[in-house]
């Protein structure tokens, strides 16, 4: 009974492909958001919804194109892979009232 | 905008004793939300601790205690009797205030070993 999922936890893709990565959370909240874990350890926002609706796009290359087909979903679409994408993405989730962000277990995606 | 540092890269303890990361923020915000986020080698974003900034008490959950200073913009945590199983990378961040587009900003962490 994982709070916050993510699949897959591994990717190794070559440059120029298109992946995906999936994101669920059973906790019934609102609000769902991807970050990005660099090489340095540092984690920056990329995208948050509500409510299935788009609230924050930080400045992200147009390849990454995020889908909520509900409120329990948020997936990643990543389009022409460059080495630069390689990073662990982590997914989290946060009830409005509350606002503690619950995190997934990462996805750790590496271009060759 | 928001930015928040984190001054330690990496500090070590002895294992039993005490330890202070340090943490400090800026903001123009008077609401607001602060945290630590424990990130062990399983790479997994665990919450340790969380400050709401209208509370002048400062939060502790067991051994995890920290020191909020509002006016210095300081949030330091306090981990006391260290266990092997503290070793991590430990991440302050400040949520911005509700209003449709919260969002967490991270320090840049600080990696605790802790010794036997």
């Known amino acids: 009974d994982t709070a916050v999922s993510q699949t897959p936890k591994y990717l190794v893709t070559q440059m120029g492909n298109d992946k995906s990565i999936k994101c669920e959370q059973n906790l019934g909240h609102d609000t769902m958001y991807w970050y990005k874990q660099d090489s340095k350890k540092f984690l920056k926002i990329m995208f948050s919804?509500?409510?299935?609706?788009?609230?924050i796009n930080e400045t992200v290359p147009n390849r990454f194109s995020p889908k909520s087909p509900d409120k329990a979903h948020l997936n990643l679409h990543i389009n022409s892979l460059e080495l630069g994408d390689s990073a662990v993405y982590f997914c989290?989730?946060?009830?409005?009232?509350?606002?503690?962000?619950?995190f997934g277990p990462g996805t750790r995606l590496t271009v060759t | 905008a928001q930015t928040v540092t984190q001054s330690q890269p990496e500090m070590s303890v002895q294992e039993a004793e005490t330890v202070t990361l340090s943490c400090t923020y800026d903001?123009?915000?008077?609401?607001?939300?602060l945290f630590w986020y424990k990130q062990p080698p399983s790479r997994q974003m665990i919450l340790v601790i969380r400050?709401?900034?209208?509370?002048?008490q400062n939060a502790t959950e067991n051994r995890f205690s920290v020191n909020f200073q509002k006016a210095a913009k300081s949030f330091s945590l306090k981990i006391s009797d260290s266990q092997l199983g503290d070793a991590a990378m430990y991440f302050c961040?400040?949520?911005?205030?509700?209003?449709?587009?919260?969002?967490?900003?991270f320090g840049k962490g600080t990696k605790l070993t802790v010794n036997p």
């Open positions: 919804y509500n409510n299935k609706e788009l609230i």
């Open positions: 400050q709401e900034a209208y509370k002048q």
């Open positions: 903001t123009s915000e008077s609401d607001y939300y």
């Open positions: 961040a400040y949520r911005t205030p509700q209003g449709g587009s919260e969002k967490l900003v």
């Open positions: 989290a989730s946060s009830q409005d009232a509350s606002g503690t962000q619950y």
